[in-house]
Structure formats: structure tokens, C-alpha cells
């Protein structure tokens, strides 16, 4: 490498252009070959760099996000889901039920991809620059309960009331007391109107009251979370059972 060029990627590192930097002697060596204009070559390398910084910035979110499994709508077999159409997928895919603040409830045995497809649709919802989280509820209780004394539950509940999204998964999969239905409470009023929440649950809400202990309470959170929601049934078998591995093969 010449002295010049040690030079320049230098500079660019000290103004934290670090992306370009990387490429930027392999970029003027192609530059030499194909003769592009001053303004297109500046345009390429700036360019690259953008690109990669919005690549870790997305990484960055998705991580954030604490997605159990990084699965797209791409990756959502339709085929293996009859309940859910493809014109409806593509609904969900615009997210304007999240532009407009609406919940999804996800309902369904187990297997069935509630949780894949509430990934799915974070991940989306990501890409579009909404910031979503992501939580099970029996950590979501966890977190709400050791609030007071962590700083780290604190920073990740935080996180959850700022979100454009907050994906609780598998609500009702424990029952709670009182004392942690009324913290659930809590967190869903304080989300109420601004964030859209997308719950999933093998049981209907018509059940959630037997688990969640109080009916008061019970009726409180429903009332906030069926306000403005669509509720989507997703039927079938296990897609973990149709695909199992076996170790012996499927004949
Ligand atoms: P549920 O939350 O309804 O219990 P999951 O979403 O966890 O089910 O799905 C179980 C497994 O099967 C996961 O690994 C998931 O990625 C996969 N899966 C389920 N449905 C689909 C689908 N329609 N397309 C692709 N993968 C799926
Ligand atoms: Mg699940």
C-alpha cells in the first residue's frame, strides 16, 4: 500500500468513516480499470458506507429487539398456515394496524407459528424504522416484578414503554397472582393508545380471566388490549411435528 493511500485511510478512520476506509484502496484500483467519473466513484464509496452502517444499525435493533429466533415474513411458509391468506399476510406486511396503534392477537395451538409470524412481523416492523421489542411473558413478569431493584430490568422495561411495538409472547402460558396481574396492568396502560401490542396465546381471551386470577383486573387489561385489535386464528398441526428431524429419516 502506498504511503498516499495509508494516508487517506488514516484521515477516514479519524472521521469515522471506517466502512469506506476498508474498501477504499480495492474501490481506486477498480477506479483505475473502469474510469468513473470523480463524482461517481465519491458516490460509490459513500454509498458503501451508508450501506453498511444501516446493515449493523439494523443488526443492532434486531438484537435489541431479543427475538428467540430471527425468522422473516420471507421464511413464513404460507403453505404449512390455511388459516391465514396470502392477501392478509400482505396486510399485515403494510403494518398500518401498527401506524394506527392496533393489536394483533395471535391465538392458536402449539406449533401452529404464532410466535414465528409475531417475529416475522417485528422484524418488518424494523425495517421500516418502528422500534419493536420483544418479551415472553413469563420474563415479561420477571422483569416487572425486579423493576424496583435491577437496573437492568428497569433499562429493559424502559425500553418496552418506548417501543412502537411490544410482542409478548405466549401469554398465559403460567398463571399469575394478583400482585402480578395488577404490575401486567400497569405496564398495559402505560402502553395503551401509543404502542401496538402484538400477544400471543394458545388460550382465548374469553380464558385469560381463569389465569390471570381477578376479573376486575382481568376486564381492565381485556378492555385496553381488544379495544383496537384483530384477532388472528391460526390453525392445523405442529409445524414442528409436519417437520420434525429424525435422526432415522421419515420412511
Ligand atoms: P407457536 O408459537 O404457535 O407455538 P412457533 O412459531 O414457535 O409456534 O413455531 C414452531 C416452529 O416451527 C418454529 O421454529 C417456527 O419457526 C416454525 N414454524 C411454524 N410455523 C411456520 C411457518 N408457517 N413457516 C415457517 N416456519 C414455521
Ligand atoms: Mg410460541
Not at 127 to 153: A, D, P
Request: proline share 2%; charged share 25%.
Amino acid at each position: 500500500m502506498s504511503a498516499e493511500i495509508e494516508q487517506l485511510r488514516n484521515d477516514m478512520k479519524r472521521l469515522k468513516i471506517t466502512e469506506a476506509a476498508a474498501v477504499v484502496e480495492q474501490k481506486l484500483i477498480d477506479a483505475q480499470m473502469k474510469e468513473p467519473s470523480y463524482q461517481a466513484f465519491l458516490l460509490d464509496l459513500l454509498r458503501h458506507e451508508i450501506k453498511m452502517r444501516d446493515g449493523k444499525q439494523l443488526e443492532r435493533l434486531y438484537k435489541l429487539a431479543s427475538f428467540p429466533e430471527c425468522k422473516t415474513l420471507d421464511d413464513f411458509d404460507l403453505s404449512a398456515q390455511e388459516s391465514l391468506s396470502k392477501k392478509q399476510l400482505n396486510q399485515l406486511r403494510e403494518l398500518l394496524w401498527l401506524e394506527q396503534a392496533y393489536n394483533l392477537i395471535l391465538l392458536g395451538p402449539p406449533g401452529v407459528g404464532k410466535t414465528c409470524l409475531s417475529i416475522g412481523l417485528g422484524i418488518e416492523a424494523i425495517n421500516h424504522g418502528y422500534r419493536v421489542s420483544f418479551v415472553q411473558m413469563n420474563e415479561l413478569i420477571r422483569l416487572l416484578k425486579t423493576e424496583e431493584i435491577s437496573r437492568i430490568s428497569r433499562a429493559k422495561i424502559k425500553r418496552m414503554v418506548g417501543s412502537d411495538l411490544v410482542i409478548i409472547d405466549d401469554l398465559m402460558f403460567m398463571a399469575i397472582d394478583r400482585h402480578e396481574a395488577n404490575l401486567f396492568f400497569q405496564l398495559i396502560n402505560q402502553l395503551y393508545g401509543q404502542t401496538s401490542i402484538i400477544i400471543t396465546s394458545n388460550k382465548g381471551p374469553e380464558e385469560w380471566g381463569d389465569i390471570l386470577g381477578d376479573p376486575a383486573i382481568t376486564t381492565a387489561i381485556l378492555d385496553r388490549l381488544i379495544h383496537k385489535s384483530e384477532v388472528i386464528h391460526l390453525t392445523g398441526d405442529s409445524y414442528r411435528l409436519k417437520h420434525r428431524q429424525t435422526i432415522f429419516g421419515n420412511n
